[in-house]
Nanobody
Framework: DVQLQASGGGLVQAGGSLRLSCAFS????????IGWFRQAPGKEREWVSY????????YYARSVKGRSTISRDNAKRTVYLQMNVLEPEDTAVYYC?????????????????????WGQGTLVTVSS
């Protein structure tokens, strides 16, 4: 059974950085692409970033592009989301999710219904 565990959230001042981690347990990590989503209080869930299974292809939402880097360590079965120059608008619960589907565009990567497994979130709070 696939399980995902997001961690690394916390309280940070605006302009600061955080690195979120998504630990994968179960079979065939290499078969899954990983996406990050977030949900702020009172708002809908928003896609943040995506990394493909093996070729390292990445996509970012406009709201975080240029400030964030997604990466994966297949040996450690972990995906990371490095977030820099954080803004109060980045405050949200961040979730990672896994999909066996191949996303060939940011639009496809952003669709929550493409993801088969979801982890519990980690809270990021950015103070002004």
């Amino acid at each position: 059974d696939v399980q995902l565990q997001a961690s690394g959230g916390g309280l940070v001042q605006a302009g600061g950085s955080l690195r979120l981690s998504c630990a994968f347990s179960g079979f065939a990590f290499d078969d899954y692409a990983i996406g990050w989503f977030r949900q702020a209080p009172g708002k809908e869930r928003e896609w943040v970033s995506y990394i493909s299974r093996t070729d390292g292809r990445t996509y970012y939402a406009r709201s975080v592009k240029g400030r964030s880097t997604i990466s994966r360590d297949n040996a450690k079965r972990t995906v990371y989301l490095q977030m820099n120059v954080l803004e109060p608008e980045d405050t949200a619960v961040y979730y990672c999710a896994a999909t066996t589907a191949v996303a060939t565009s940011p639009w496809l990567a952003s669709r929550p219904d493409e993801y088969e497994h979801w982890g519990q979130g980690t809270l990021v709070t950015v103070s002004s």
